[in-house]
T-cell receptor, first 111, second 115 residues
Framework: DQQVKQNSPSLSVQEGRISILNCDYT??????FLWYKKYPAEGPTFLISISSIKDKNEDGRFTVFLNKSAKHLSLHIVPSQPGDSAVYFC??????????FGTGTSLTVIP | GAGVSQSPSNKVTEKGKDVELRCDPISGHTALYWYRQSLGQGLEFLIYFQGNSAPDKSGLPSDRFSAERTGGSVSTLTIQRTQQEDSAVYLCASSPTSGLGNEQFFGPGTRLTVL
C-alpha cells in the first residue's frame, strides 16, 4: 500500500525554466515532509523539508509547498539548471520516525 | 570519510545463501535506518534503530530478514536463505536523532543480486 505517490516517473524541462515535481500522500497523520535528490550510484541527499505547521518553505532556488487539505506537496526549482538533473524522491513521516518514500521522479534539465 | 558508509558496495549471491550487509553511520548519529529499493520502486522502509534498540521492525518483509546494531554505531542487516526477489539496492541512513527536524544522511547503498 503506497502511502506516498509520485505519479510522474519523469519530467523534462528547459534550462532556466521552472521545474515542478508533485507528490501526493494518503495518511493525514503525516506531519513532516522531505524532498531528496538522487544521482545514479549514490544514496539520496536531503534537499528541503517542511513540517505540517507550514505551507511553504524556501531555500534558494528550491521551494516546497504543502497543501494539507489536498494531501499534496510540490517542489519548485527556479531556475532549473542542468546539474539539477537527478531523481527526486518525496518522503513523509509521522513524528519523524518511520519515513515513507515515493517512487521518484526523474528530472532532466535540457541545456 | 565523514559520511555514511556501506559495505560491500555490490554483492552477488546464490539463492538460498545468507548475506550480511554492513552500515557505518555518521559518528554521533543515534538514529539509523535501513531501506531497500527494488528496480522501478521507491524506497521501502525496513527498520530503524534509536541507539541499539529497534522500536519499529514492521517493515522487515519476512522473518528471513534481521538487523542488529551494537555500540550505538555499526549495524548489520542479515538476509537468510536469500531469494531472487531480495535483489535490490539496500540503503542505510543515519540522523542525529529520530524525530521531527532531523534529516537523514544516506550511504551509497549495497546492490544485492541473488542469482
Amino acid at each position: 500500500d503506497q502511502q506516498v505517490k509520485q505519479n510522474s516517473p519523469s519530467l523534462s524541462v528547459q534550462e532556466g525554466r521552472i521545474s515542478i515535481l508533485n507528490c501526493d500522500y494518503t495518511n493525514s497523520m503525516f506531519d513532516y515532509f522531505l524532498w531528496y535528490k538522487k544521482y545514479p550510484a549514490e544514496g539520496p541527499t536531503f534537499l528541503i523539508s517542511i513540517s505540517s505547521i507550514k505551507d511553504k518553505n524556501e531555500d534558494g532556488r528550491f521551494t516546497v509547498f504543502l497543501n494539507k487539505s489536498a494531501k499534496h506537496l510540490s517542489l519548485h526549482i527556479v531556475p532549473s539548471q542542468p546539474g539539477d538533473s537527478a531523481v527526486y524522491f518525496c518522503a513523509a513521516s509521522r513524528a519523524g520516525n518511520q519515513f515513507y518514500f515515493g517512487t521518484g521522479t526523474s528530472l532532466t534539465v535540457i541545456p | 570519510g565523514a559520511g555514511v558508509s556501506q559495505s560491500p558496495s555490490n554483492k552477488v549471491t546464490e539463492k538460498g545463501k545468507d548475506v550480511e550487509l554492513r552500515c557505518d553511520p555518521i559518528s554521533g548519529h543515534t538514529a539509523l535506518y535501513w531501506y531497500r529499493q527494488s528496480l522501478g520502486q521507491g524506497l521501502e522502509f525496513l527498520i530503524y534503530f534509536q541507539g541499539n534498540s529497534a522500536p519499529d521492525k514492521s517493515g522487515l518483509p519476512s522473518d528471513r530478514f534481521s538487523a542488529e546494531r551494537t555500540g550505538g554505531s555499526v549495524s548489520t542487516l542479515t538476509i537468510q536463505r536469500t531469494q531472487q526477489e531480495d535483489s535490490a539496492v539496500y540503503l542505510c541512513a543515519s540522523s542525529p536523532t529520530s524525530g521531527l527536524g532531523n534529516e537523514q544522511f544516506f550511504g551509497p547503498g549495497t546492490r544485492l543480486t541473488v542469482l
